[in-house]
């Protein structure tokens, strides 16, 4: 068997994962315990985040012609990429928060929804909230007027029963 079907299934293992991907972040992941590791990777799943690692060259192959096509010049050495189809900000939130307590793992880039950033953007990503944090951030905000105001209108209709 020649060796491009062997790789041929592993490169569209890849672009399957990104595809529809809202972000990847990749990661030198030379040196981490395997507690480390398998600490990071669980998190990573209850976050909704594949992280796999591939040989550098699959990578290369799977994210020619697409958003990700950028991350090419950090494909040396070795990768783990970390993949989110649903919350854009996780894998680079996750990531980081481990690389601050593990000197081994270290971000190298990432691309988050279409745009590329570099280990410092990667950081500064890592820095905004969940989606979902930022909804009930926003729908907090929206129902603190409107139940201030039910309170108001529920007092004036209670000062007008005890004046009749």
Known sequence: MAKVEIKKPIVDEISELLNGAQSAVIVDYRGLTVEEDTKLRKELREAGVVYKVYKNTMINFAIKGTDFESLA????????????????????????????????????????????????????IASIPSREELLSKLLGSIQSPITNFARVIKQIAEQQENNA
Not at 78 to 95: E, M, N, Q
Not at 111 to 124: F, L
């Open 73 to 124: 010049p950090h494909l040396e050495g070795p990768t783990a990429i970390a993949v989110s189809k649903d919350d854009a900000t996780a894998p680079a939130r996750v990531l980081y928060k481990h690389a601050k307590d593990i000197e081994a793992l270290e971000l190298k880039a990432g691309v988050v929804e279409g745009i590329y950033y570099d280990a410092e953007g990667i950081k500064s």
